[in-house]
């Protein structure tokens, strides 16, 4: 009989204790339940907030690169995929003046914001005036601009191209065993992205006395550009004892490897290649063991672009410079990478 009564007790305390432990779980569930309704108010807040669609101006270069390319793609696909955000989008074939003159449409337009990847470092002064003096916040893409106009745009959403040609040139001595010619490719004339991939290459050099640039041209960061510069350099003097290539981008990259080829020579073995940029053809190039080194430069900024340009619209600061995370790939890592890789 005792027994029997303990039996009981415990099954009397032990639903006592399930009820209890549901009644938590009920709780934790209501929590839940409940940490979903700020959201839910958050929504709502917003909605009446009026946040209905932003307009923005945005002029791009060109497309004069796999990069630059990937970076159209991913400024036009997260504008279509998004509702609130309605997208001008003018490209000035690479010249300065369709630039200004498609800024100047922006601002007659009363667009919320104008972003741009400015083709050269100078020459805007006058249009980003204009700019601030109609109140629209200007968001710089990719490249900088001159030092001395800090205050005429908002943010720059881009990476560190120092740090970039600093990478390279390490690569590139390493690859060297320390000691060569070489020969620089260089991006387009006036351009941050060529003007501080030369800056942070050259200065890294200076620390490896035993390699030469033999020769430094622009190959204006165009395929067919690149492998013309480089066709006429193995002709030249200087031409006639490179170990290395240093492209500012993989186009002119993969067009010297075309000209290295031609002449006769094993480009990613007699020649070392190192590039920046980051496309899949120069990652298919390192598996295919005719290039060497690939710094990549992020070209996926869409969605930076419009968080910022969403951001200012609704009077929240940004930062000045909003930087992209980048890595080296070299060798196995590179062809490791290659399934992955977007554009
Ligand atoms: C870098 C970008 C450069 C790329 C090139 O941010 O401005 O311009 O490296 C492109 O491929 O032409």
Redesign the pocket.
Known sequence: MVQRKRIMGALVTASVIMTLVAGCGAKTTETTAASTAPQATKAAEAAKAGDGKITVGFSQ?GA?????GA?TQSIQDTAKADPTIDLKFSDAQQKQENQIKAIRSFIAQKVDVIAM?PVVETGWEAVLKEAKDAKIPVILV??GIDKKNEDLYTSFI??D?IVEGQNAAKAMAQHLGDKGNIVELE??VG????TD?KKGFDDEMKNHPNIKIVKSQSGD??RATGKQVMEAILKSPEGKDIQGVYA????MALGAIQAIEEAGKKPGTDVKIVS??G?KEAFEAVKAGKLNTVVE?N?LLGPQLFQAAKDLKAGKQVPKWIKSNEDVFTGQKAIDALPNRKY
């Open positions: 270069i004069e690169s796999g990069w630059r970076e990847a990719d490249r881009g990476s191209f991006g387009t351009a941050s992205a060529a991939r960061f165009n500012h981008n993989d186009d920046i940029d496309i430069c070209p």
